[in-house]
């Protein structure tokens, strides 16, 4: 759950690519020391890191469509955010539901 958290903030600020590559290493590292499943917890923090909603910069068609749209920095956290959560939910459950 914590590691998802951390995904989905990291999500907000850098592209979902980057998260998973700087969070690999620490699921690794955490999978082996408790015993979870590594397949589990990497897909997990995958799906996680895809969410980036929350901001226009946190992927590029949210930039694309800001001006179009005419959207404000305020709309992408109204609504970005708490269909990041949502998601973010499903997500965990639906994992750990598959391969937990």
């Not at 592209?15 to 499943?37: E, F, H, W, Y």
């Not at 590594?38 to 992927?59: C, D, E, G, R």
């Amino acid at each position: 759950g914590a590691l998802v958290g951390l995904a989905l903030l990291l999500g907000v600020f850098v592209s979902n690519n980057t998260v998973v590559i700087l969070l690999a290493p620490l699921i690794q590292d955490i999978c082996k020391r408790k015993g979870i499943n590594l397949k589990m917890a990497m897909l997990a923090v995958i799906y996680a890191a895809n969410l980036s909603f929350a901001t226009p910069f946190s992927y590029q068609t949210n930039m694309m469509v800001m001006p179009h749209g005419k959207y404000v920095f305020i709309d992408y956290i109204k609504f970005g955010l708490p269909m990041m959560i949502v998601c973010g939910i499903v997500a965990l459950i639906g994992t750990y539901t598959v391969w937990g």
